[in-house]
T-cell receptor
């Protein structure tokens, strides 16, 4: 049974810091992996999708990496801003198109 | 191109009642998946519909049921509501079933059961 874990559960950093969010999964037989952002009480905003054949994806200040063999993904946020404060969710696509989510990392960026 | 939409935005129901949530898929998408997100948790897969047929189900009781219509919009029905059903319900559409296809999420419906 696939399980997705995100560490840390919460993170508080001063503005301007670079930071890394971690995601691990127990079954390396995944297809895609996707990172989402969720603001309080809101739906999911897709940040980056990494296909199974890829090692990383970049969008602006965000970079996500995928290592299937070790069952890990990281989301790197450069030069963090208060507007980056949100919960970040990692999800893997298993066979059949079912998304398995982690519990999220709640990020707070202090001005 | 219209994205995934959900209605209603918020809903308050009493324990034991029944509720129907609606989802309109993105244009060109024939697959809809439903997820339940309890407070402080990651979303949990409920079920998926592909071309009007159920195509996979998570660990949810039979009182959670769904439909997909010929235009590929979908409904989630929950009977005999329980307090633990209070959650954000998310639907996602994709161009087809199967894992290579990215899922696009709607804004969600917040259900409160009192």
């Amino acid at each position: 049974k696939q399980e997705v874990t995100q560490i840390p559960a919460a993170l508080s950093v001063p503005e301007g810091e670079n930071l890394v969010l971690n995601c691990s999964f127990t079954d390396s037989a995944i297809y895609n992996l996707q990172w989402f952002r969720q603001d309080p009480g809101k739906g999911l905003t897709s940040l980056l999708l990494i296909q199974s054949s890829q090692r990383e994806q970049t969008s602006g200040r965000l970079n996500a990496s995928l290592d299937k063999s070790s069952g890990r993904s990281t989301l790197y946020i450069a030069a963090s801003q208060p507007g980056d404060s949100a919960t970040y969710l990692c999800a893997v696509y298993n066979q059949g198109g079912k998304l398995i989510f982690g519990q999220g990392t709640e990020l707070s960026v202090k001005p | 191109e219209t994205g995934v939409t959900q209605s209603p935005t918020h809903l308050i129901k009493t324990r034991g009642q029944q509720v129907t949530l609606r989802c309109s898929s993105q244009s060109g998408h024939n697959t809809v998946s439903w997820y339940q997100q309890a407070l402080g948790q990651g979303p949990q897969f409920i079920f998926q519909y592909y071309r009007e047929e159920e195509n996979g189900r998570g660990n949810f009781p039979p009182r959670f049921s769904g439909l997909q219509f010929p235009n590929y919009s979908s409904e989630l029905n929950v009977n005999a509501l329980e307090l633990d059903d209070s959650a954000l319900y998310l639907c996602a559409s994709s161009p087809s079933a199967g894992s290579p296809y990215e899922q696009y999420f709607g804004p969600g419906t917040r259900l409160t059961v009192t």
